[in-house]
């Protein structure tokens, strides 16, 4: 029987992972589901791990999303009908920007015959404003251009292929047990003024709404929209991990905060963001989409999380 086939990147990672692994929980699809999941290294521990834990129903294709065409070469074309691409910041080790990551792959994916097309980008102030808002913090202006580009194509290459891009705010992830935890409390603490609240969202449920994207094409053709789940000051985010861990949420020195925020320019201005702007998810709009979408407690009562099992 054919096959949906579908490329994704980042599989080794947080969102890729959590995009393969919605895909694979969803009820059995007519055509089924081929997932095949983007690494620079086949042989790296975390790509091996992954092929393993899903033995059978995801296979690994090695290449680099900004030398597309040798990824291509391994798929007949026109085998693969949607790709989600999420791209990796120079302050996260890529040496590449993100528009050499993406656009090429992009391209190539058209070419190739790809039909729908999934970005995870990051959210700029409201679906509509961040259209116009690339921002100073230069990891959401390379995200703001590879939007304008994947929306400028298709209405090019009229009906060639649809696009759906996901904008998320801060990962709840970044209060994974250990020592960001800590910072980044402290770097909230630094930045925000009390009363300002900065919006969560779970990478689960980003790997979630992917996949519905990716698997209804129809209703999320051509659409940008922000993701998130809760929306908390820090004073919330603290009594909310009292009353779940019975523990006091960690937080580094003062010093160690301000001074990241000194150091690291680009997160130093992406706080400045936080507190001058903010992320401005309609969350209860994501709600009806998602009705078990995970706020800061839900996440943390899920012992995978670390802080409860
Ligand atoms: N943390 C937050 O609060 C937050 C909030 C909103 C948005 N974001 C955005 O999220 C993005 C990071 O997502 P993540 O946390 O899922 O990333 P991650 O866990 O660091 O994983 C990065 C993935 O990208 C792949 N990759 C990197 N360069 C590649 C290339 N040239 N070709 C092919 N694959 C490549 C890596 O695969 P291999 O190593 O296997 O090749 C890896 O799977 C960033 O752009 C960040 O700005 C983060």
Redesign the pocket.
Known sequence: MASNTILV??????????VAKALLELPTQNPPLRIVA????AQ?E??KK?ADSHKGVLELVQ?????PKLIFESLPKGSVNSLFI????AM???K?T?E??ALP?IDAAVEHGVKHIVF????RGGDERSWENPTSVP??L??HNIEIYLRDKAEKEQGKFIWTIL?????L??FKPGMFCSLFTAMWASALSPGKKLQL?S?HD?GKFAAKALTEPTKWSNKAVGLAGDELTLDEARANFNSVTGKKLPQAWGILGKGMLWAIKEVGTMFQFFEDEGYQVDIEARRKDMPDLQNFEAWLEEPSNGWTN
């Open positions: 990147v980042g599989a080794t990672g947080q969102q890729g992972g959590a983007l690494t620079r290294n790296a975390r790509a992954l290449g680099d999303s900004s030398k999420v791209t990796a910041p996260g080790g890529s590449l993100e050499e990551q792959l995870s980008s990051v959210e990891h959401f390379e995200k904008r998320p705010v801060a990962f992830e970044n969202i990478v980003i």
